[in-house]
């Protein structure tokens, strides 16, 4: 008898313990999707979209000024925010290539003589914002050139090997050395440095390079400042959910760009993209921004271009980055339908040609604007997967907010697909986004998709 009462209580104390391990898991779970944020973002920034700006590579001069010339065709694009690759001065010591790499900086407070002057460039910023742009410019916090001048101003803010020599952040990285941020006047500097060009350029933010490899302390306190003197809108290329916390409006969206050259591959299905946004969901705060993409200068250099990842999808692609909820980006050239990979190290000026997908990527932007439920972060709208008999090969989804929706239907297959949708939240009207044909929607709807064609339809 004790024996069967020992037993019975054993087994309600493992029930209990598992309920109550389930409700934890449960309630971390909820804690999670919660998660607290602090980012104020700038009200500019709630429809932008931001256009990545390789000023070696944009013009044959490779110059603030030949760029400037491009301005008004930029604004007629429709793009708010002008991210430009780092402008200061570049490493001679172990450069690589003629040019050397961007990313190697040897002067914060510099600007690169190959591009111009800080007039040329204070031009630039003015410009922009007399077209009502915004001109957020690349901050390389992590690494210095090796001739940097801090390399011999303070030695001590430097990390180095058990011989005392300088060593580089990642093995491949030779043209650079690695910063100490346990040093406190490193923090400053970076710091001062960066309110340095809100002062005297008056630049809209930064794009922090490799901003995970530096401590997250740094930023939350650092944007803390810099916020004081105006607000700024601040990209991570991280990923990581605490990015947003305090610090950053937005992050890299590579766990989207990694899906989509599976999917190109066909070995992911639509599927995929429900539960990487549900994971998105509940692991970023609710006004988080992720910047969605189909290439930018790394990809295009050492990964291909969007047409050798995508091939015929790069533009079903791309309408997927400016309708699901994230802040879209387009890189120097993707309105030409530019299929050149840009050299990273030399120079290799982009073949414009006839700007072939102006009014592909212009008439995305202005439903971006236009239309709320496709605004950035909590100031869009829902969305809500569509019941279709083609699930696992369309991609089709509604965003709503108030009275405004965006039906998305998205053929994520190289093959012809016949699709029923049976739902409600159709009923309506709407225009074809792209031909401009009026529609109206009962609770059903039947199409036949040709291989990766894309449909947009708003009312």
Request: charged share 25%; aromatic share 12%.
């Amino acid at each position: 008898m004790k024996n069967k009462e020992y037993i019975l209580r054993f087994f309600v104390i493992i029930l209990l313990t598992g309920a109550a391990g389930f409700l934890v898991s449960c309630a971390s779970r909820q804690q999670e999707k919660k998660r607290a944020s602090s980012v104020i973002h700038p009200e500019w920034s709630r429809n932008s979209v931001i256009y990545e700006v390789n000023i070696r590579q944009y013009t044959p001069e490779g110059t603030f000024k030949a760029f400037e010339q491009h301005l008004p065709r930029l604004k007629e694009l429709g793009v708010d925010i002008l991210w430009l690759m780092p402008i200061h001065p570049i490493g001679e010591k172990n450069r690589k290539g003629s040019l050397g790499s961007y990313y190697s900086v040897r002067d914060y407070l510099g600007i690169n003589p190959e591009f111009g002057t800080m007039d040329d460039f204070k031009s630039l910023v003015q410009k922009a914002h007399s077209l009502e742009m915004k001109v957020i410019i690349d901050w390389v916090t992590n690494h210095t050139s090796w001739d940097n001048n801090l390399v011999t101003e303070h030695p001590d803010w430097y990390i180095r090997d058990s011989a005392g020599n300088l060593v580089t952040p990642v093995r491949d990285w030779t043209d650079v050395v690695d910063l100490d941020f346990s040093k406190e006047g490193l923090r400053e500097y970076m710091k001062n440095a960066m309110i340095y060009w809100i002062k005297e350029a008056d630049v809209d933010g930064f794009r922090c390079d490799v901003a995970d490899m530096v401590p997250i302390e740094f930023w939350n306190r650092s944007v803390q400042e810099v916020n004081k003197l105006k607000p700024v809108f601040m990209l991570a290329e991280a990923e990581k959910p605490e990015m947003h916390d305090s610090a950053f409006n937005a992050t890299y969206s590579w766990n989207l760009f990694k899906l989509m050259k599976a999917i190109a591959r066909s070995d992911k299905t639509s599927l995929s993209v429900d539960s990487l946004l549900h994971s998105e969901d509940t692991l970023y705060p609710a006004d988080a921004f992720r910047m969605r993409f189909t290439t930018n200068h790394d990809e295009n250099c050492w990964a291909g271009t969007e047409y050798e990842l995508f091939g015929p999808a790069a533009q079903t692609f791309a309408v997927l980055t400016f309708t699901i909820p994230g802040i879209p980006m387009i890189y120097s050239g993707q309105e030409s339908a530019s299929g050149k990979r840009l050299r990273f190290f030399d120079k290799d000026t982009i073949v414009w040609g006839n700007y072939d997908l102006h009014v592909f990527y212009s008439t995305l932007i202005n439903l971006k604007k236009e239309n709320e439920a496709l605004w950035n972060g909590s100031a869009g709208g829902s969305l809500t997967r569509l019941e279709t008999n083609r699930n696992k090969d369309v991609y089709a989804f509604i965003r709503e907010k108030d009275k405004n929706k965006v039906i998305v239907i998205l053929n994520l297959t190289p093959g012809l697909q016949s699709l029923d949708i049976h739902d409600h939240k159709i009923i309506g009207n709407y225009t074809n986004l792209f031909t401009r044909e009026k529609i109206r929607f009962e609770d059903e709807a039947i199409f036949r998709l040709k291989p990766w064609e894309y449909l947009v339809f708003y009312n």
